[in-house]
């Protein structure tokens, strides 16, 4: 178990790698992954997502 993730951490926060994941407000950005790598005071997040850019690629 994971604190922040599976059970709270010391400041009672969980779900914490579920945020950001349903952005929806730019259609040429998707998110697909959102990893804690940090959860004392401050949240630090590592989001992976796909770009894609005006000519398609």
């Given amino acids: ?3 922040g993730i599976d059970t709270p ?3 009672g926060r969980t779900n914490l790698d579920q945020h950001g994941r349903n952005l929806t407000g730019n259609p040429h950005v998707r998110i697909r992954d ?3 790598l ?3 005071w401050y949240i ?3 989001t992976t ?3 894609e850019h ?3 690629h």
């Fill in 1 to 3: 178990m994971t604190a």
């Fill in 9 to 11: 951490d010391r400041r």
């Fill in 34 to 36: 959102v990893e804690v």
């Fill in 38 to 40: 940090s959860c004392d």
């Fill in 44 to 46: 630090l997040r590592k």
């Fill in 49 to 51: 997502f796909d770009y």
């Fill in 54 to 56: 005006g000519d398609g």
